[in-house]
Antibody, heavy 116, light 107 residues
Framework: EVQLVESGGGLVQPGGSLRLSCAAS????????MHWVRQAPGKGLEYVSA????????YYADSVKGRFTISRDNSKNTLYLQMGSLRAEDMAVYYC?????????WGQGTLVTVSS | AIRMTQSPSSFSASTGDRVTITCRAS??????LAWYQQKPGKAPKLLIY???TLQSGVPSRFSGSGSGTDFTLTISCLQSEDFATYYC?????????FGQGTKLEIK
């Protein structure tokens, strides 16, 4: 069974940093591109970032470019999102998702709260 | 970036109704379109990919159609468990983008 489990969310002050992790199991992690998607409270889904299966290519939404860094460790079956210079508008539930003709598997999400 | 526009944003329907949600892309995306269902407090669930292919385990009352810029999601006979928010998404080019969502409520 495919499982994606996010962790690392929490309360952070504006301008602060946080690193999210997504632990994958039940499939060959190194064969799939992986993504981060977020959802602000009461809002819709927003694409954040993506990384190719071998980590050689990365993609970012304009809203996070230069502040967030996506990475992966295929030996640990783990996806990461390093978030910096956090703003109030970054507050959201962050989901990791596996790409397979869209996103066929999602984690349960981890909440990031940006507040002083 | 490709903009995805869904309509309506919300509407009310009754169990047993046939409902259609539309999604328009700001440029052609061939058939690289997915539909998701999301219930409160839960992660989205993939319903349809490649515009019209039903994801494994999804009931056959869900169907999708379209290509290029115009797409539809149809639920042929609404069940109580179908009241949720639905999103379309293009995966033709980065950044992959979502529609704003359609909230389906009980009349």
């Amino acid at each position: 069974e495919v499982q994606l489990v996010e962790s690392g969310g929490g309360l952070v002050q504006p301008g602060g940093s946080l690193r999210l992790s997504c632990a994958a199991s039940g499939f060959t992690f190194s064969s799939y591109a992986m993504h981060w998607v977020r959802q602000a409270p009461g809002k819709g889904l927003e694409y954040v970032s993506a990384i190719s299966s071998n980590g050689g290519s990365t993609y970012y939404a304009d809203s996070v470019k230069g502040r967030f860094t996506i990475s992966r460790d295929n030996s640990k079956n783990t996806l990461y999102l390093q978030m910096g210079s956090l703003r109030a508008e970054d507050m959201a539930v962050y989901y990791c998702a596996r790409e397979l003709s869209g996103y066929d598997s999602w984690g349960q999400g981890t909440l990031v709260t940006v507040s002083s | 970036a490709i903009r995805m526009t869904q309509s309506p944003s919300s509407f009310s329907a009754s169990t047993g109704d046939r409902v259609t949600i539309t999604c328009r892309a700001s440029q052609g995306i061939s058939s690289y379109l997915a539909w998701y269902q999301q219930k409160p407090g839960k992660a989205p669930k993939l319903l349809i990919y490649a515009a019209s292919t039903l994801q494994s385990g999804v009931p056959s009352r869900f169907s999708g159609s379209g290509s290029g810029t115009d797409f539809t999601l149809t639920i042929s006979c609404l069940q109580s468990e179908d009241f949720a928010t639905y999103y379309c998404q293009q995966y033709y080019s980065y950044p992959y983008s979502f529609g704003q969502g359609t909230k389906l409520e009980i009349k």
